[in-house]
Structure formats: C-alpha cells, structure tokens
C-alpha cells in the first residue's frame, strides 16, 4: 500500500523499482523547470542526495545515464500530471508546472518520510522507489486556506512555512487575510501611518466570553512591500497563488485609527485590543473610496492574482444609520436601505478594480443589497450565499464555517485549548463536499472549490498554526483533491495514519488523535461555543436577507 495522500485519481502498482543515486540526473523542459528545482532541492536536503538538472537534449555521455524525466504533455489537463516509475526511470509529464509540482509531490511520497527532514540523517545515501503508474487530476480548481494574519500576525519566514505545507499537500491558494480592527499588516507607501499606527496594539484579549481578560502585552508586526513580494515569488514557485485581502467596509478599526477621516467616530481610536464584530465602519465619502482605490493600486502591483480580496463582512451599519450625513448620502444616491448602501460602496471598489484587469474576491455578504459585478464569492455562511451567487452568474469558492473553521475546536474535550466554535473533526473535513445539494446541475460548474479559514484570535504562535492546521488540513486537502469517492473515504484514516510519520519529519506539530499533548492546552482560558443547531438557526436568520 502506497500511502498516497491526497488519493490520486488512478495508481496502478508495477514490479521492480528504481535506485535514486547521485548517478541520476534530472531532466527537465524549460517550462517545468521550477518543479524539476523543487525535486533537486528535496533530495539534497532530506537525503543528501544531489542530482544534476540538465535540459532535455543532455550531451551524448550522459545521455543514457538514469534520468527523472520531466515532459510537457499538451494533452492533460490543467493541474494533471502523469508519474511512471520503472526499472529504468522516472517520468513526469504534466500540461503546465503546476502539474509537475503535483506530480513532485507524490514522487516524494513514495520515498521515505525522512525525504522530508532538513537534513540527511541516514548514512546510506540511495533509496529505492517502487515501480508505479499514476495518472492524476484535481477534482477542484480552487484548493486553498485563509491565513489571518491580522488578529495575530505571524512572520515572514513562518508564512513561507505555512506555503511549504500547503505544496505537501497539493494545495493551490493561499488567501492572506491582512487588515483587520486589531492590526495593519501589508505596508501602504502612499499612507504610512497605516502601519506606523495601524500596526501594533498595546494588548490583545485572552480567551472569549465574559471570563476572558486582556493579556497587557504590546502585539504588532507588518509586511514591507518586498516581505510581500517573497511571499509571492516564493508561493509560485511551488505553484501556489497568493490572494490578498484588505477589509472594508467594516473591520477597520486599524485603517481608522491611522487616518480617522476614513470613519464616524469623534474620539480618537486605536486598533482594537478586542475579538469579535466591530461596531466601526468606514464612512462613504468619495474621498475614502479614492483613499481604498490608493491602497488597492499599490496592493495589485504586488500580487499577481486574478482576484483581489476586499472582505465586504460583517459590517455593523448602525453608525450609517446614526449619522446624518450618511443619511444624506444615502437620498442624494437613490439608496433606501444601509444594505443598498454597502452594495454601493463594493460595487464603487469593484469598478475601480475590474479598470485594474483584476475582479473582486469577497464574504457572502457582498450579495446583500445587489450583486456585484462579476466577483467571486466566498461562501462562509453555510450555503445559501454560495446558491445564490451560482445562480446569479458568480464564481463561488465555498468555505462553510460548520465544515472548515480550523480555529474552531477539535473536540469538546476540556482539554481542547481555548474551545471556540463547533467541533469540528477531521472527519467531518474529509467529508467537505463543496457542491450544495440545494444548487441545480447548470449552476455547478460556478462552484471552483473551497478553502478553510484558520481566524487566528487565539492563535499566537507557529505551534498553536500547526495544531489547529493539522491534521485536518490534510482531510481538506483530500476532498478537494480527491472528492468523495468511497475508496478513497474508505481508506482515508489508515492513509492518514502513515502520513503522520511525513508530518513528524516535516516538523509539523499535529494534533494526536487521542488528544492535545500538555503543552498543547491552555488551561483556565474561557472559549466561546456553540451548539450545532442553535448556530445553524442562526445562520439561517443572518442569510434570510439574501433571498
């Protein structure tokens, strides 16, 4: 049993096997040349294994010599890939270099886990991989996580950690969720008090619930704009997309307390030391709509993604409704409701972004008050946003916070650190099936795929990443990859067990399935809960408006 993980779409098992030695030489067309470097790293640094990277046409001495042979195949599809392993080699033929990318990965499957440790730590330097025929293909277009890092922000180097673990698991999109009320965390040239100021709190809650308390310790960090730019280039070269976000209308405390134009609120604020939904909100002055369209200039020239996230969440309108001015706003604009009026603001943003070549990226709640142009909707509120939006002629990536919430507790063991939301298991993540029942058959194909969202209120650390992450994103991984057919379901948890021994050399620090380690759990700090149908009903409530 190979142990693949995600399942490929066919493995067919040959006989014999292939040295891996310092005589074999990789080959690669230049097009796939990123993934035939990613393998060349891999061996040399989990195996001490270092293999020359030639072009295809290698010069008559080396010609014969063993080889893993990267083709380009026009014939697959995109993402696909073709991995045989005899006796006599290793080739990989795949349409585009992500393909390939894949294709690495479960090359290094087949090897041992130490493959994936930082440093050699046996001394014989050869492995053998066994004979193998795998054709393979995503079930999903769009297989991603959201990162905040807003609420606690986590370095450069660890975002990079983060990417690594992604490519492991053929994960395609890494959605950046960079502003927020608690902290600026992308630097603006045109505005640098939005991180100056914007960038750090002087205390952070701990816990949730009425029990929780503040922890009196400043928290702060940002990104240079060539901090962002590592991340880029480092992602696409593991063939990983980078989507950022910058929040508005609503959670934007930080934005405000920067430049307090931007909101309605007379006494000075500083970026939010709290958790939860914000009464703030942007106001709807021309003049903030132009200072957002600054901010997402200099955001588009440093990712390349086709879309562009502006969050549109959440948005408390009760200062809307407080404020004369907005009021007046309001009848000069033809807008009868506070809803019509956000769909005014987005649809303002979107216009200026779609002029940029790029399209919007938003929460549900984008639907509310009229669609917006062409944008692709992240559907968190169950699916009645998703269902809607297909209907309507958007793109949909699905991301149900019942199914994969990854900030949201494991267990209702009280051993769980800061219990927050519903359980949420591996299982019920492997079973994440993002097309709704309710969504008719000609609208399917709206759905690109789905992502979880790892919200990171109580998640401080790189440690505390890895045990909220895994090893569920691995069950992620898989049913986008992989969807729910019955084999692979079926054998899923005995995959999952072998896989672990990967997790381990990669440093990853998982949580056990019997339960948190001690120095996983934070004892004595209050979560806050929820009843799986009490917050059904309630996000029934939340999306009634969207109908």
Same mark, same amino acid.
């Given at each position: 049993?190979?142990?693949?993980?995600?399942?490929?779409?066919?493995?067919?098992?040959?006989?014999?096997?292939?040295?891996?030695?310092?005589?074999?030489?990789?080959?690669?067309?230049?097009?796939?040349?990123?993934?035939?470097?990613?393998?060349?790293?891999?061996?040399?640094?989990?195996?001490?294994?270092?293999?020359?990277?030639?072009?295809?046409?290698?010069?008559?001495? +080396?010609?014969?010599?063993?080889?893993?042979?990267?083709?380009?195949?026009?014939?697959?599809?995109?993402?696909?890939?073709?991995?045989?392993?005899?006796?006599?080699?290793?080739?990989?033929?795949?349409?585009?270099?992500?393909?390939?990318?894949?294709?690495?990965?479960?090359?290094?499957?087949?090897?041992?886990?130490?493959?994936?440790?930082?440093?050699?730590?046996?001394?014989?330097?050869?492995?053998?991989?066994?004979?193998?025929?795998?054709?393979?293909?995503?079930?999903?277009?769009?297989?991603?996580?959201?990162?905040?890092?807003?609420?606690?922000?986590?370095?450069?180097?660890?975002?990079?950690? +983060?990417?690594?673990?992604?490519?492991?698991?053929?994960?395609?999109?890494?959605?950046?969720?960079?502003?927020?009320?608690?902290?600026?965390?992308?630097?603006?040239?045109?505005?640098?008090?939005?991180?100056?100021?914007?960038?750090?709190?002087?205390?952070?809650?701990?816990?949730?619930?009425?029990?929780?308390?503040?922890?009196?310790?400043?928290?702060?960090?940002?990104?240079?704009?060539?901090?962002?730019?590592?991340?880029?280039?480092?992602?696409?070269?593991?063939?990983?997309?980078?989507?950022?976000?910058?929040?508005?209308?609503?959670? +934007?405390?930080?934005?405000?307390?920067?430049?307090?134009?931007?909101?309605?609120?007379?006494?000075?604020?500083?970026?939010?030391?709290?958790?939860?939904?914000?009464?703030?909100?942007?106001?709807?002055?021309?003049?903030?709509?132009?200072?957002?369209?600054?901010?997402?200039?200099?955001?588009?020239?440093?990712?390349?993604?086709?879309?562009?996230?502006?969050?549109?969440?959440?948005?408390?309108?009760?200062?809307?409704?407080?404020?004369?001015?907005?009021?007046?706003?309001?009848?000069?604009?033809?807008?009868?409701?506070?809803?019509?009026?956000?769909?005014?603001?987005?649809?303002?943003?979107?216009?200026?972004?779609?002029?940029?070549?790029?399209?919007?990226?938003?929460?549900?709640?984008?639907?509310?008050?009229?669609?917006?142009?062409?944008?692709?909707?992240a559907s968190w509120r169950g699916t009645a946003g998703a269902v809607i939006a297909a209907r309507r002629g958007s793109d949909v990536v699905?991301?149900?916070?019942?199914?994969?919430?990854?900030?949201?507790?494991?267990?209702?063991?009280?051993?769980?650190?800061?219990?927050?939301?519903?359980?949420?298991?591996?299982?019920?993540?492997?079973?994440?099936?993002?097309?709704?029942?309710?969504?008719?058959?000609?609208?399917?194909?709206?759905?690109?795929?789905?992502?979880?969202?790892?919200?990171?209120?109580?998640?401080?650390?790189?440690?505390?990443?890895?045990?909220?992450?895994?090893?569920?994103?691995?069950?992620?991984?898989?049913?986008?990859?992989?969807?729910?057919?019955?084999?692979?379901?079926?054998?899923?948890?005995?995959?999952?067990?072998?896989?672990?021994?990967?997790?381990?050399?990669?440093?990853?620090?998982?949580?056990?399935?019997?339960?948190?380690?001690?120095?996983?759990?934070?004892?004595?700090?209050?979560?806050?809960?929820?009843?799986?149908?009490?917050?059904?009903?309630?996000?029934?409530?939340?999306?009634?408006?969207?109908?």
């Amino acid at each position: 049993m190979l142990n693949l993980l995600p399942q490929p779409s066919r493995v067919e098992a040959g006989s014999g096997e292939f040295p891996l030695s310092a005589a074999v030489r990789i080959r690669t067309a230049e097009p796939l040349r990123a993934a035939a470097e990613r393998l060349q790293e891999a061996l040399r640094t989990g195996l001490g294994l270092s293999l020359a990277l030639d072009a295809p046409a290698a010069a008559p001495d +080396v010609a014969d010599s063993p080889a893993v042979a990267f083709a380009v195949d026009p014939l697959l599809a995109e993402e696909a890939y073709a991995l045989t392993v005899d006796e006599d080699g290793i080739r990989i033929a795949a349409a585009d270099v992500r393909g390939a990318q894949h294709a690495v990965q479960t090359l290094l499957q087949l090897l041992p886990p130490r493959t994936y440790r930082r440093a050699p730590i046996a001394e014989e330097a050869a492995v053998s991989v066994p004979a193998v025929r795998i054709e393979d293909a995503p079930r999903y277009r769009w297989r991603g996580l959201m990162l905040d890092v807003a609420r606690h922000f986590a370095p450069t180097a660890e975002v990079l950690r +983060v990417i690594d673990q992604l490519a492991m698991h053929r994960l395609n999109v890494l959605h950046l969720h960079l502003t927020d009320d608690q902290g600026w965390r992308a630097e603006i040239r045109k505005y640098p008090l939005l991180t100056q100021v914007g960038g750090w709190r002087p205390s952070s809650q701990r816990g949730s619930g009425p029990g929780s308390t503040q922890d009196g310790m400043p928290h702060g960090g940002f990104y240079t704009q060539d901090d962002l730019r590592e991340i880029v280039a480092y992602a696409a070269a593991r063939g990983i997309t980078v989507v950022p976000e910058i929040e508005l209308p609503g959670h +934007v405390q930080a934005a405000i307390a920067a430049y307090p134009q931007l909101g309605l609120v007379a006494d000075p604020l500083g970026p939010w030391t709290g958790w939860g939904i914000n009464p703030h909100a942007l106001n709807v002055e021309e003049s903030t709509v132009a200072f957002f369209c600054d901010v997402l200039d200099e955001i588009i020239e440093i990712f390349p993604s086709e879309v562009i996230g502006i969050g549109g969440d959440e948005c408390r309108k009760d200062e809307w409704r407080a404020d004369a001015r907005t009021q007046e706003l309001m009848r000069e604009r033809g807008l009868a409701t506070e809803d019509e009026l956000q769909s005014w603001f987005i649809a303002r943003i979107d216009e200026h972004v779609r002029s940029r070549g790029r399209r919007l990226y938003g929460w549900d709640e984008i639907l509310e008050g009229g669609a917006v142009t062409g944008a692709t909707v992240a559907s968190w509120r169950g699916t009645a946003g998703a269902v809607i939006a297909a209907r309507r002629g958007s793109d949909v990536v699905m991301c149900p916070e019942d199914t994969v919430y990854l900030d949201y507790r494991q267990s209702d063991s009280p051993d769980e650190p800061i219990p927050t939301g519903l359980v949420t298991t591996v299982a019920h993540v492997r079973a994440f099936d993002p097309i709704p029942e309710a969504l008719e058959i000609e609208h399917r194909g709206r759905i690109l795929g789905g992502q979880a969202n790892l919200w990171a209120e109580h998640v401080d650390s790189a440690r505390r990443r890895d045990y909220q992450l895994f090893p569920r994103l691995c069950g992620l991984a898989e049913a986008l990859w992989s969807g729910q057919d019955p084999d692979a379901v079926g054998s899923f948890p005995d995959r999952l067990g072998a896989h672990l021994a990967r997790l381990d050399a990669a440093g990853i620090e998982y949580r056990p399935e019997a339960g948190p380690h001690p120095w996983q759990q934070v004892p004595g700090v209050p979560g806050k809960t929820f009843d799986r149908a009490a917050r059904a009903a309630e996000i029934a409530r939340l999306t009634a408006n969207l109908a």
